[in-house]
């Protein structure tokens, strides 16, 4: 029989004068930190979250609350930091797989039988009298150890404005 006593208790207590003035006081003292959140919110007009709000909170309004506080006011007041999308070059770059490391299947082994086998490459850039660019394209061939193939690539309309 001790646990209903203890829950009539808790009723009369929860509906008592005191009980509700100190429910107001605490309302009242969440809409004031409600403000000084909102402030560091939309400090330097980005939304944040509540990592960076208490330290904003910190650093710039030199108040210091503690986190699950800042997290409960927002809670309660619907304050919601955006997700921040996802970067699209950064997932094109992954789709294209541009700067990936290829796997060894030379083995150092430089010195082929067949030509064309086993090529090397590089891209150089030179400018000639006309100021413009023009990209070298080179293929090696590790069988003579000669340069086969030499492209000149002249991009002249993406200079001409």
């Not at 209903?4 to 009369?12: A, D, N």
Request: aromatic letters at 14%; glycine letters at 4%; charged letters at 30%.
């Amino acid at each position: 029989m001790w646990y209903r006593r203890g829950l009539t208790f808790w009723y009369y207590n929860y509906f008592s004068e005191k009980s509700q003035e100190r429910r107001k006081h605490k309302e009242e003292q969440d809409e004031i930190v409600k403000e000084i959140i909102l402030k560091a919110f939309h400090f330097k007009g980005r939304k944040k979250g509540a990592r960076q709000i208490k330290m904003t909170l910190a650093g710039q309004f030199n108040v210091k609350y503690n986190l699950k506080r800042i997290r409960r006011i927002m809670n309660k007041y619907d304050i919601i930091c955006p997700i921040r999308k996802a970067n699209p070059y950064k997932r094109m770059m992954k789709a294209t797989q541009e700067h990936r490391v290829v796997p060894n299947l030379l083995n150092r082994q430089f010195k082929q039988d067949v030509p064309g086998k086993v090529l090397l490459t590089d891209i150089g850039i030179a400018v000639y009298k006309t100021k413009y660019p023009v990209f070298l394209y080179t293929y090696c061939s590790f069988l003579n150890k000669e340069i086969d193939i030499i492209l000149l690539i002249i991009f002249l309309n993406l200079y001409q404005q």
